[in-house]
């Protein structure tokens, strides 16, 4: 069923900003892209899914290898023990030591869900070549991993699930544009326009589609 996404803005990258904007998606494809009376006008049968604050491309998270491989998710049933956030440095090492696969393999799985919690479609590769496991985990989550052009450099610090902590603005933060006949990778941000996208303000994700799929929504 032809879905459209409408928004107060949609910032599609690499073209004007669209105000009462919206995006229809049929199967995992961009069936149009613009004003929400043209969308609705041109789809009539579509189901409306209306968010607040902004729809843009989801994004790429150019850690993804260290949050896979280097940190561990603490399952919900260890927020009292470990808390909430990724493990990484000594703490990750002092788990590792002792960790099975079931238990690696959980973190990962956790990995990527908070992922997609943070708007992330895309996640920079090459990932898993020579960890079947890792591999198997990020071909059923459905994020797509793209062969960066050149070596990812490793960043000090604690890698964070938020692509935009790195510090890159939309155009370098998201996976591509939004183009009609493309792939439907979305993300929604619950903000008043680009600038609260950046810097150490909130910017909470309350919705990310993947080829199509509604597969993260916060409200």
């Known amino acids: 069923m032809l879905t459209i996404h409408a928004a107060p803005l949609v910032l599609p990258v690499g073209a004007a900003a669209v105000v009462d904007g919206a995006v229809a998606v049929d199967g995992d494809r961009i069936a149009a892209l613009g004003p929400y009376e043209d969308v609705v006008a041109a789809h009539p049968a579509a189901r409306v899914r209306r968010w607040p604050g902004l729809i843009t491309p989801g994004l790429r998270q150019d850690r993804a290898a260290e949050l896979l491989t280097r940190c561990y998710h603490p399952d919900p049933r260890e927020a009292d023990e470990l808390g909430e956030l990724p493990l990484w440095g000594e703490e990750f090492e002092r788990l ?30 090459p990932l898993g070549a020579d960890d079947p496991a890792l ?56 903000v008043p326009d680009e600038a609260a996208l950046y810097g150490g303000g909130p910017r909470p994700c309350v919705a990310t589609v993947l080829a199509g799929r509604l597969v993260h929504r916060a409200r």
């Open 135 to 190: 591999r198997t985990a990020v071909a059923r989550s459905g994020l797509v991993v793209r062969i960066a052009p050149s070596l990812v450099p490793v960043r000090e610090g604690v890698p964070d699930l938020d692509p935009f902590a790195a510090g890159g603005d939309l155009a370098r933060t998201s996976h591509g544009p939004l183009t009609v006949g493309g792939r439907a990778d979305l993300a929604v941000f619950d």
């Open 96 to 125: 590792a030591a002792t960790m099975d696969t079931a238990r690696r393999a959980g973190s990962v799985r956790r990995g990527l869900q908070r992922m997609l919690r943070h708007g992330t479609t895309h996640l920079a590769g």
